[in-house]
């Protein structure tokens, strides 16, 4: 795929709106489930430096942006052109790049310093890993 304006402009604005979409799903699965995902998907408390500034709920949701423009421009970049994934179905190869984040619910649960939700609730585990599946099922709308 050639690197230009045009393709760059898609691919950051796929990666925006569904990083927007995911927070506000999130937020929305919060608020009627109690389960704690949004809180758990902003959360940087565990993170040297930057977790021991108390940032707004913006700031947070802009990080989260910055995650999902990364997530983003490697599948349109980095794995979709690689040799081994050529042949792969685009929606086979963003179910597998979406994993990762998925499975970060374990890490990122155990790790934090506030309540959030615990490793062990699969609740939570299992709302965290829809939401995410979505999210990886547009992926393939920025190539």
Known sequence: MKMNGRIHYKVSLIGLINGILLGLMMKWVEMF???????????VDFLPVIGAVSWGEATLF???LLFSL????SYVYILRPLKIFRNWNKYTLAFFTIIPAIMLYFPLSALS???????????AFFLWTILHLFYGLSLPKAI
């Open 113 to 123: 310093k506030t309540e959030a939700v615990l490793p062990s609730d699969l609740t």
């Open 33 to 43: 489930s109690g389960k704690q995902v949004y809180k758990l998907l902003l959360n």
């Open 62 to 64: 802009f990080f989260h």
């Open 70 to 73: 990364a997530i983003t421009f």
